[in-house]
């Protein structure tokens, strides 16, 4: 069992009960299904493939959650970044796991612009909150793609996510958690 069947199981047995509820708004199992698949088509077409790292800078949030599952049914591997890290420690974050999208929300945009010309493998970052001139938006991105299933070969063992540690003693390093750790 992997982290991807959490998702499909609940929506498949009560796809109208309430999978998320923020800041008063509901969202239900196959209203969730369906973002978190337009979601990974939208990252399918900017070339996001199995493996690959899609870094994550917001507080807590219905798109999180979404971002995490888009990631996983790609079989790419989320990196959650601690959204009170320095500059320079997410910047070095960012590097070192060779993530090549960055989604970000509108409270650090601004710092996320000021490190994105230190880091090449990103090719594309997403505001998770508005609108902006200068990158994706990623309301725009969940509404124009396709809703059908998206579904990579991916395996219990496989890393679905790499969470850096507080670097205490020297640099954070990055913890690789694979889908059977979350499972069992």
Do not use: W
Request: with cysteine; proline share 4%.
């Amino acid at each position: 069992m992997n982290t991807i069947d959490f998702l499909s199981i609940a929506s498949a047995i009560c796809p109208e009960r309430d999978c998320m509820v923020f800041e008063g708004k509901r969202q239900t199992f196959a209203q969730t299904s369906e973002r978190i698949n337009r979601l990974g088509n939208a990252l399918a077409k900017l070339g996001i493939e199995k493996g690959d790292r899609i870094a994550i800078v917001q507080v807590n949030c219905p798109q999180y959650i979404e971002s995490y599952y888009a990631a996983a049914k790609l079989g790419a591997i989320l990196v959650p970044l601690n959204f009170r890290s320095k500059q320079d420690d997410l910047s070095y974050m960012m590097g070192n796991a060779e993530a090549k999208v960055l989604l970000v929300g509108d409270r650090y945009l601004n710092m996320a612009r000021a490190m994105l010309s230190g880091l090449p493998s990103i090719k594309q970052c997403i505001s998770m909150d508005t609108k902006q001139p200068d990158v994706l938006y990623y309301e725009d991105l969940v509404s124009s793609s396709s809703p059908e299933e998206v579904l990579a070969e991916i395996d219990d063992e496989d890393v679905t996510m790499l969470v850096y540690t507080a670097g205490t003693t020297g640099r954070a390093k990055g913890v690789p958690l694979k889908h059977s750790g979350f499972a069992s």
